[in-house]
């Protein structure tokens, strides 16, 4: 009961229940497209995963090398296709060129795409050979075993502290006056440049805006323009000249044309800021429309012969010569009668 078939090798229908949709036949079940199994009870995968992966749910986990719906495209990681064979690019190996070969050295082990290193041996590729106790973390270590000591350090090893200028107490380093640095071989500059500057070698290195010996003296902006003197970092223009860096060319009384000063009439100097004078005579000099007349001359001009004294103010100077009021004499008028 429950078989049929010529020699009984079939299941009947009846004992047997097809999933999603599945139909049976002589005991077997004929499964709907997308589905697989005896009792048709598993999601199939498209192409079957184009046999480079698993499917799983109607899903397929395609292997290493391999990604798509289905699987079907093939990845080369380093390396290329030529001539339709791959040909991985240099240090790498396998199937899709993922994995590094080793190059290791001084007798290194390849395990696992990677190097171990014999004793006294270190890097990637076994390369660099150790130094002895690491330096002793005060130098550092070359590819050839040797220590490059750092300052204030010394020995194969690096293991022998030393100062230039000062002395070793204990683990303290103590620098002599004027000396600084891990080895006290580091002059110190004054002031310590003032804060603002650098100390190389015993002498500051001011930083911009900043001059002197000891990078105490503040620098003006574009130097005043060369047309003034720069006192603790405020421009001193020169006559003529203006505003904070004394790049302005200004006057008083008057016009500037490019370089020239034209000044009004009348007004003279500089900055057109002088007075004038009409005519100074007999060699005198004016001075904001004023001559000043040398002895022996006076007048607006100078113009006029002066008299000694004045004439004692007993008279009148005509042509340099004293005419004496009634009642006084003399040359310089200074006696009555």
Request: proline share 2%.
């Amino acid at each position: 009961m429950g078989y049929t078939g010529v020699n009984c090798e079939l299941l009947e229908c009846k004992t047997i229940s097809c999933l999603n949709g599945g139909m049976c036949n002589y005991g077997k079940c004929f499964c709907l497209p997308g589905f697989g199994g005896e009792l048709c009870q598993y999601k199939t995968c498209q192409k079957n995963c184009s046999f480079n992966g698993l499917c799983k749910d109607g899903h397929c986990i395609c292997d290493i090398g391999y990604s798509g719906p289905t699987c079907e495209n093939f990845n080369i990681q380093n390396g290329k296709l030529v001539n339709g064979k791959i040909v991985c690019d240099i240090g790498w190996t396998g199937k899709i060129c993922s994995e590094r070969i080793c190059h290791c050295k001084n007798n290194g082990l390849c395990m696992n795409n990677a190097c171990f290193c014999a004793d006294g041996f270190s890097g990637p590729t076994c390369e660099l050979k150790n130094c002895l106790n690491n330096c002793n973390s005060n130098g550092k270590c070359l590819s050839t075993g040797d220590c490059v000591c750092y300052r204030g350090w010394k020995g194969v090893e690096c293991n022998e502290r030393f100062v230039v200028h000062g002395q070793i107490v204990g683990k303290n380093v103590i620098c002599d006056p004027g000396w600084s640095g891990p080895d006290c071989n580091d002059k110190i500059c004054d002031d310590d440049c003032s804060g603002n500057g650098i100390c190389l070698l015993g002498k500051c290195v001011c930083h911009n805006g900043w001059q002197g010996k000891k990078c105490q003296e503040r620098l003006c902006k574009e130097d005043c323009n060369n047309k003034g003197k720069c006192i603790k970092g405020v421009c001193q223009c020169e006559v003529g000249y203006r505003d904070e860096t004394c790049n302005t060319r200004y006057v008083v009384h008057g016009l500037i044309f490019g370089d020239k000063v034209i000044c009004d009439k009348g007004w003279t100097g500089p900055i057109c800021n002088e007075k004038t004078c009409d005519e100074c005579l007999n060699g005198s000099e004016c001075k904001d429309g004023v001559c000043l007349c040398k002895k022996g001359w006076k007048g607006n001009n100078c113009g006029h012969k002066a008299c000694i004294n004045d004439c004692s103010f007993n008279g009148v100077c005509v042509s340099g010569k004293c005419k004496c009021t009634p009642g006084f004499t003399g040359k310089y008028i200074k006696y009555s009668y």
